[in-house]
Protein backbone atom coordinates (compact mmCIF):
# COMPACT_ATOMS: atom_id res chain seq x y z
CA UNK A 1 0.00 0.00 0.00
CA UNK A 2 3.02 2.76 0.50
CA UNK A 3 2.89 2.66 -3.21
CA UNK A 4 -0.29 4.64 -3.81
CA UNK A 5 1.15 7.36 -1.40
CA UNK A 6 1.38 10.37 -4.49
CA UNK A 7 -1.84 8.83 -5.80
CA UNK A 8 -3.80 9.44 -1.96
CA UNK A 9 -2.25 12.65 -1.68
CA UNK A 10 -3.15 13.89 -5.08
CA UNK A 11 -6.92 12.46 -4.57
CA UNK A 12 -7.20 13.94 -1.34
CA UNK A 13 -5.93 17.36 -2.64
CA UNK A 14 -8.14 17.12 -5.24
CA UNK A 15 -11.36 16.79 -2.86
CA UNK A 16 -9.97 18.59 -0.28
CA UNK A 17 -13.04 21.08 0.28
CA UNK A 18 -15.19 17.80 -0.43
CA UNK A 19 -13.09 15.35 2.46
CA UNK A 20 -13.26 18.50 5.00
CA UNK A 21 -17.37 18.18 5.51
CA UNK A 22 -17.23 14.63 7.15
CA UNK A 23 -13.86 13.98 7.69
CA UNK A 24 -11.39 16.52 8.60
CA UNK A 25 -8.14 14.05 9.43
CA UNK A 26 -8.01 12.66 5.47
CA UNK A 27 -7.31 16.29 4.75
CA UNK A 28 -3.98 16.41 6.42
CA UNK A 29 -3.08 13.38 3.83
CA UNK A 30 -2.56 15.99 0.72
CA UNK A 31 1.05 15.79 0.61
CA UNK A 32 3.08 12.75 -0.44
CA UNK A 33 4.74 12.43 2.78
CA UNK A 34 1.69 12.51 5.61
CA UNK A 35 0.25 10.40 2.93
CA UNK A 36 3.40 7.89 2.51
CA UNK A 37 3.15 7.71 6.89
CA UNK A 38 0.05 7.22 7.22
CA UNK A 39 0.17 4.65 4.92
CA UNK A 40 2.82 2.60 6.38
CA UNK A 41 0.92 3.23 9.52
CA UNK A 42 -1.83 1.48 7.99
CA UNK A 43 0.36 -1.56 7.21
CA UNK A 44 1.51 -1.88 10.88
CA UNK A 45 -1.96 -2.07 12.03
CA UNK A 46 -3.51 -3.80 9.39
CA UNK A 47 -0.27 -6.48 10.81
CA UNK A 48 -1.59 -6.09 14.22
CA UNK A 49 -5.38 -6.84 12.90
CA UNK A 50 -6.58 -3.45 14.84
CA UNK A 51 -7.77 -2.18 11.60
CA UNK A 52 -7.87 -3.15 7.85
CA UNK A 53 -8.07 -0.79 5.31
CA UNK A 54 -8.03 -1.34 1.43
CA UNK A 55 -8.16 1.27 -1.83
CA UNK A 56 -10.38 1.71 -4.11
CA UNK A 57 -9.54 1.93 -7.71
CA UNK A 58 -11.78 2.56 -11.12
CA UNK A 59 -9.41 1.24 -14.02
CA UNK A 60 -6.01 2.97 -12.41
CA UNK A 61 -7.30 5.87 -10.56
CA UNK A 62 -7.30 5.92 -6.97
CA UNK A 63 -11.26 6.32 -5.54
CA UNK A 64 -11.31 6.20 -1.93
CA UNK A 65 -10.53 3.78 0.84
CA UNK A 66 -12.50 1.62 3.15
CA UNK A 67 -11.73 0.73 6.52
CA UNK A 68 -12.72 -2.16 8.71
CA UNK A 69 -11.45 -0.35 12.46
CA UNK A 70 -12.52 -1.74 16.42
CA UNK A 71 -12.48 -5.15 14.96
CA UNK A 72 -12.62 -7.42 18.21
CA UNK A 73 -12.57 -10.70 16.87
CA UNK A 74 -13.68 -12.08 20.26
CA UNK A 75 -16.87 -10.32 19.91
CA UNK A 76 -16.77 -11.07 16.05
CA UNK A 77 -17.63 -7.13 15.36
CA UNK A 78 -16.45 -4.43 14.08
CA UNK A 79 -16.93 -0.73 12.40
CA UNK A 80 -16.34 0.62 8.79
CA UNK A 81 -16.07 3.94 7.24
CA UNK A 82 -15.21 4.66 3.88
CA UNK A 83 -15.07 7.59 1.55
CA UNK A 84 -14.57 8.25 -2.54
CA UNK A 85 -13.32 11.60 -3.99
CA UNK A 86 -16.27 13.41 -5.50
CA UNK A 87 -15.26 12.55 -9.04
CA UNK A 88 -16.22 9.10 -8.07
CA UNK A 89 -19.49 9.28 -6.91
CA UNK A 90 -22.94 7.89 -7.99
CA UNK A 91 -21.41 5.45 -10.11
CA UNK A 92 -22.29 2.74 -7.38
CA UNK A 93 -18.15 2.30 -6.92
CA UNK A 94 -18.98 2.76 -3.00
CA UNK A 95 -21.82 -0.01 -3.10
CA UNK A 96 -19.76 -2.44 -4.92
CA UNK A 97 -16.75 -2.08 -2.47
CA UNK A 98 -18.25 -1.07 0.57
CA UNK A 99 -20.09 -4.55 0.09
CA UNK A 100 -16.92 -6.75 -0.90
CA UNK A 101 -15.53 -5.77 2.28
CA UNK A 102 -18.79 -6.63 3.82
CA UNK A 103 -18.52 -10.42 2.32
CA UNK A 104 -14.72 -10.81 3.38
CA UNK A 105 -15.56 -9.09 6.94
CA UNK A 106 -18.80 -11.98 7.40
CA UNK A 107 -16.65 -14.84 5.14
CA UNK A 108 -12.92 -15.19 5.90
CA UNK A 109 -13.05 -12.78 9.02
CA UNK A 110 -16.02 -14.65 10.61
CA UNK A 111 -17.36 -11.63 11.86
CA UNK A 112 -21.08 -11.29 12.95
CA UNK A 113 -22.02 -7.39 13.76
CA UNK A 114 -21.00 -4.58 11.17
CA UNK A 115 -21.53 -1.00 12.52
CA UNK A 116 -21.60 1.96 10.69
CA UNK A 117 -21.51 5.88 11.87
CA UNK A 118 -22.36 8.67 9.96
CA UNK A 119 -22.82 12.47 10.52
CA UNK A 120 -26.54 13.29 10.82
CA UNK A 121 -25.74 15.73 7.82
CA UNK A 122 -24.01 12.44 5.75
CA UNK A 123 -27.19 11.90 3.57
CA UNK A 124 -25.16 10.05 0.65
CA UNK A 125 -23.44 7.73 3.70
CA UNK A 126 -27.05 6.76 5.02
CA UNK A 127 -28.44 5.93 1.33
CA UNK A 128 -25.57 3.19 0.97
CA UNK A 129 -26.26 2.10 4.52
CA UNK A 130 -29.34 1.19 3.65
CA UNK A 131 -29.21 0.21 -0.13
CA UNK A 132 -26.94 -2.44 1.60
CA UNK A 133 -29.22 -3.58 4.30
CA UNK A 134 -28.14 -1.89 7.26
CA UNK A 135 -30.66 -1.46 10.15
CA UNK A 136 -31.02 2.29 11.77
CA UNK A 137 -30.61 1.69 15.21
CA UNK A 138 -30.57 4.91 16.48
CA UNK A 139 -28.85 8.35 16.77
CA UNK A 140 -25.87 9.24 19.24
CA UNK A 141 -26.74 13.06 20.18
CA UNK A 142 -23.54 15.30 19.92
CA UNK A 143 -21.56 12.09 19.54
CA UNK A 144 -18.81 13.77 17.50
CA UNK A 145 -16.59 17.03 17.50
CA UNK A 146 -16.69 17.36 13.75
CA UNK A 147 -14.77 20.68 12.59
CA UNK A 148 -15.37 22.28 16.19
CA UNK A 149 -18.92 21.55 15.73
CA UNK A 150 -20.83 18.88 17.96
CA UNK A 151 -23.18 16.57 15.74
CA UNK A 152 -25.34 14.25 15.30
CA UNK A 153 -24.20 10.68 14.72
CA UNK A 154 -26.35 8.33 12.91
CA UNK A 155 -25.62 4.16 13.75
CA UNK A 156 -26.88 1.59 11.72
CA UNK A 157 -26.35 -2.37 12.03
CA UNK A 158 -25.86 -5.14 10.03
CA UNK A 159 -25.87 -8.44 10.60
CA UNK A 160 -24.48 -11.40 9.22
CA UNK A 161 -27.38 -13.33 8.63
CA UNK A 162 -28.91 -10.29 7.12
CA UNK A 163 -26.41 -9.57 4.34
CA UNK A 164 -27.22 -10.17 0.86
CA UNK A 165 -23.75 -10.55 -1.17
CA UNK A 166 -25.22 -9.86 -4.70
CA UNK A 167 -22.88 -12.37 -6.14
CA UNK A 168 -19.53 -9.97 -5.15
CA UNK A 169 -16.17 -12.38 -5.16
CA UNK A 170 -13.57 -11.13 -3.36
CA UNK A 171 -9.67 -11.51 -3.08
CA UNK A 172 -7.17 -9.56 -0.49
CA UNK A 173 -4.85 -7.90 -1.96
Known amino acids: MPEHAQALATLVAQNREHLQAYLPAVVQLDSFGEAQAYLQAACARAASGDVLEWHVFSA ?12 DAAERNARIGYYLGSQFQGRGIASAAVRAVLAHAFGALQLHRIELQCAAGNHASMALAERLGFAHEGVLRQGELLNGVFVDLHVFGLLQPD ?5 VAFSPA
Not at 63 to 71: A, M
Not at 163 to 167: N, T
Open 163 to 167: FVPEG
Open 60 to 71: TALCGSIRLKDI
